[in-house]
């Protein structure tokens, strides 16, 4: 196998390569033909989760309580109101469970413990209780295709060859010789095998060292975990976002990969033999019992695994959460047309069957407005709003990451030494030791690095952003004097309150949750423009995402301005529809 190849390949981007994981092959939609889903109007079939606004919470860096510089559940507690007053119907909030961080909570030492940095049991029932006061959801993430290796499920299976826990994850007795290769996204050789002399035998981890892979073709393991989402599902919880499951379920024989798998190595690893085998069996136990969503991390290698893991009639998962949308940006820009395309391709695809997350950051992406918007002065409100504008007027779940609201921009550190992602450091690393390109790789994380969007909340212009009072975890971006909540609550015309706008727009309007979807003026570059219509209602969305004026000419007849991103409209030209810069306008259709 060539290494050279690989190592090439994921050179200066790791994000990119994990994001791979999920791309769709294009053209085995095309052979995947209407007659194949059952036929069903969307809007006959309506589920709390898709009228749902889900806002995402990265609790390390939302709002800390007791000056430890490390966000925690009590500061989630003293911002409850916050999250009511936007409006928002959900929270989906990234681990939360005891960890040791190698990976920030995605290495869960105990899935039924609390981090201590974020508090305690007692915090928890509070923040649930507390939101649903509110009617607000909490979907909660469950990490298990991997945990920490300081489970003691781990500890266990490490420790004797015939420990009952052995079989919990995947082990290769060294006397067979070193095991086929495996890919593995945060090692820091990306070697997804790790050797361990306690019983000299290697270990399987597709993430970091740290984050062994579980055994889902264990039936033990497999109970063990619905036993955990029982648990939380007793206490209350609405819903599992499942990360990284995609790559749950393995062909243990370990075959060796054919030449050139480098090209394609994800094709090897995710969507496994028994994949959905054990999510209808994850279903029958723990969906189909409690009233909680389901949402995957992904959406498979081809359009019809993304097709399979939601289709209601298969009984697995409710909405696939497909990367491919947000793979557009790259550090040197992305085309529009591409975007549109992209967006378009996916919901012809789930028209009928299934359901989508529409989201354009999270936190494993930079900033919103740094990547799909312009972060400059001039045009960051407006571009933010344009891009709420369009994640909220989409058919799909809308996913909203935390700060968005606010059009948060990327840090852009200059020094290795300010980051704290792992897979960034191990990278960097890895390219000291093999003489890689530095300098490239540092100003590429600039645009790219996850911890762009992980820097923190920026509520008000006191000391550290009001975020904490000790020194923060991460970096506070210096332009929280500028950025932040307590300004834009002043402001009517502010990111902020318009976020809070949209939300109450796409929540008067179901036709934006259900309705159907047109594309119109598709060759327009700058200009995206659709209709969503149900029942006799119809609404335009015209979103200009050039820093220019642009215009779009189209064949309807227009009624009211329902909403618009600048302060005052201008009125319609005859035949035309004039943007401003980042203009984003919604129209009654007659
Ligand atoms: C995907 C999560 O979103 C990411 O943050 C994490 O590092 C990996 N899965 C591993 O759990
Ligand atoms: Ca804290």
Redesign the pocket.
């Known amino acids: 196998m060539n290494f050279l190849k690989i190592l090439t390949f994921v050179l200066y981007n790791t994000y990119d390569i994990?994001k791979k994981f999920f791309l769709p092959i294009l053209g085995l939609f095309m052979l995947f033909s209407k007659s194949s889903f059952s036929q069903k109007k969307p809007e006959t079939d309506k589920k709390w989760w898709k009228e749902a606004v889900v806002y995402q919470i990265y609790p390390r860096s939302f709002k800390d309580s007791n000056g430890d510089g490390i966000g925690d559940l009590k500061g989630i507690i003293s911002k409850l109101d916050y999250l009511k007053s936007l409006g928002i119907t959900a929270v989906w909030i990234?681990p939360f469970y005891s960890s040791p961080n190698d990976?920030?909570g995605?290495?869960i030492s105990d899935y039924r413990g609390i981090m201590k940095e974020f508090g305690t049991k007692e915090d928890f029932d509070v923040l649930l209780k507390g939101l649903h006061d509110r009617n607000i959801k909490m979907v909660m993430d469950l990490?298990v295709?991997?945990s920490s290796d300081e489970h003691d499920w781990f500890k266990q299976s490490r420790s004797s060859r015939t420990s009952p826990y052995r079989d919990y994850y995947h082990w290769w007795p060294a006397e067979n010789g070193k095991p086929p290769y495996r890919y593995s996204l945060?090692d820091i050789n990306h070697d997804a095998w790790k050797y361990d002399s306690t019983t000299n035998a290697y270990y399987l981890h597709y993430?970091s060292t740290k984050?062994p892979d579980l055994n889902w073709e264990n039936p033990k393991l497999r109970q063990e975990i619905y036993d955990v989402m029982k648990f939380w599902a007793e206490k209350g919880i609405d819903g599992f976002r499942l990360?990284?499951f995609q790559f749950a379920s393995k062909d243990t024989t370990f075959p060796v990969w054919p030449d050139g798998y480098e090209k394609d190595f994800i094709k090897y690893i995710a969507m496994g033999p028994h994949l959905h085998q054990y999510l209808k069996e994850m279903n029958e136990q723990v969906f189909s019992k409690y009233n909680v969503m389901s949402v995957a991390?992904g959406a498979g290698n081809t359009m019809e695994d993304a097709h399979n893991l939601v289709d209601a009639d298969r009984k697995e998962l409710n909405m696939a959460y497909a990367f491919e949308g947000v793979d557009i940006a790259k550090p040197n820009g992305y085309s529009l047309l591409h975007f549109k395309n992209v967006f378009t391709k996916w919901d012809s695809a789930f028209a009928n069957n299934g359901w989508l997350s529409i989201f354009l950051a999270?936190?494993?992406q930079a900033r919103m407005v740094t990547r799909f918007g312009n972060d400059s002065p001039a045009f960051r409100d407006v571009s933010s709003k344009m891009l709420t504008t369009f994640i909220m007027t989409m058919r799909g779940t809308p996913y909203y990451y935390n700060g968005d609201e606010l059009a948060m921009t990327n840090i852009r550190f200059d020094n290795v030494e300010d980051y704290k992602d792992m897979?960034l450091k191990n990278e960097y690393v890895y390219l000291q030791k093999t003489g890689g390109d530095l300098k490239k790789f540092l100003e590429e994380q600039k645009i790219s690095s996850?911890d762009n969007g992980r820097t923190p909340f920026q509520w008000n212009s006191s000391v550290n952003a009001g975020f904490s009072m000790g020194e923060p975890w991460l970096k506070v971006n210096p332009n929280f004097a500028n950025i932040n909540a307590a300004a834009q609550e002043k402001d009517a015309n502010s990111p902020l309150n318009y976020f809070r706008k949209v939300v109450a727009f796409r929540k008067n309007n179901p036709v934006l949750v259900y309705g159907k979807y047109t594309l119109l003026d598709k060759a327009n570059p700058d200009v995206y423009a659709y209709t969503r219509e149900m029942d006799g209602k119809k609404l335009l969305i015209v979103l200009n995402f050039s820093k220019n004026d642009a215009s779009t000419k189209l064949d309807l007849k227009l009624g009211k301005l329902l909403l618009n991103n600048y302060p005052s409209s201008t009125s319609v030209k005859s035949d035309k529809i004039i943007l401003r810069p980042y203009e984003a306008r919604i129209y009654e259709v007659k």
Request: hydrophobic share 25%; aromatic share 16%; proline share 5%.
């Open positions: 994990m990234n990976d920030n995605y290495d990490v295709n991997h945060f993430f984050q990360d990284a991390e999270n936190h494993d897979p996850r």
